[in-house]
């Protein structure tokens, strides 16, 4: 498996821990050097290991924080 890098630029907000202590959080991350884009998924307590998770561009965050707030 390829190695990659990433950098947390700005963390937003934990979701939720589970009893072993990881959070799923809502955080913009630079993924190999890349522009960076939000990100959720779920992270040990040291943010060494994380889970499979989904990342947005800037358009995609945009659009899915209207769709939710469309959302009673």
Do not use: C
Request: no cysteine; aromatic share 12%.
């Amino acid at each position: 498996m390829a190695e990659f890098k990433y950098e947390i630029v700005d963390q937003f907000g934990v979701f939720s821990e589970n009893a072993k202590g990881w959070t799923r959080e809502l955080n913009l991350i630079s993924w190999n050097g890349g522009k960076p884009k939000y990100d959720v998924r779920d992270w040990d307590p040291e943010h060494e290991k994380m889970g499979k998770g989904i990342t947005l561009s800037e358009e995609e965050f945009t659009a899915l924080r209207e769709l939710m707030n469309k959302i009673k």
